[in-house]
């Protein structure tokens, strides 16, 4: 609730003649809002006469926001020729007793996740200031094999004059990959 019952023993009257009548502005078990209320309570006799007493309720918000429906923790490959994925996810459901002020997001659903782990983080801000989080990792992984072109065709040739060898030549192949660096050894 954004507020709370309140039961109090109303304060008492008397006058020294009859008629006289008390009117408060609110009454035990009355359902206070977050904030300082004042209660006044006024005796009015026969003759006009008038005496007031007053008090006040304040109810303070110390429940934080809630948010439930957190993803779990995500791994992914990349997608195909790129060093990253495009991951969606279900946003999580965030409410307050009250009110929320603002939700912020790290990523949302449908963001480029690179090569990697990251930590996607949701909070919320009440109107008074409490707080919550959820987070979880989102892993992409490298599946995608490098490319090697240009590899050269067999090579057949006759060792060189008076050796048991030969000297032989080609062009080194290509190597690429869609992330990381290549190394050809």
């Not at 954004?2 to 039961?7: D, H």
């Not at 008038?50 to 990349?78: K, M, Y």
């Amino acid at each position: 609730n954004c507020g709370a019952i309140i039961t109090w023993t109303p304060p008492s009257a008397i006058d020294n003649c009859a008629g006289l009548g008390v009117v408060a502005t609110h009454s035990p078990g009355f359902n206070f809002p977050v904030g300082v209320t004042t209660v006044t309570y006024t005796a009015t006799d026969g003759a006009g006469n008038i005496s007031t007493c007053s008090f006040d309720v304040t109810i303070n918000d110390t429940e934080a926001p809630s948010i439930t429906g957190c993803p779990l923790d995500i791994t992914i490959n990349n997608d195909l020729g790129n060093c990253d994925a495009l991951v969606t996810c279900t946003v999580p459901t965030i409410t307050d007793n009250c009110a929320v002020a603002s939700t912020t997001a790290s990523h949302n659903p449908g963001d480029l996740f690179t090569i990697g782990t990251t930590n996607v983080t949701y909070t919320v801000l009440d109107a008074v200031g409490n707080t919550s989080t959820c987070s979880f990792d989102v892993t992409v992984n490298d599946t995608e094999n490098p490319l090697i072109s240009g590899c050269p065709a067999p090579i057949a040739t006759n060792n060189d004059l008076g050796n048991c060898d030969a000297v032989v030549t080609w062009t080194a192949p290509i190597a690429a990959d869609n992330c990381l660096g290549v190394v050809l050894t």
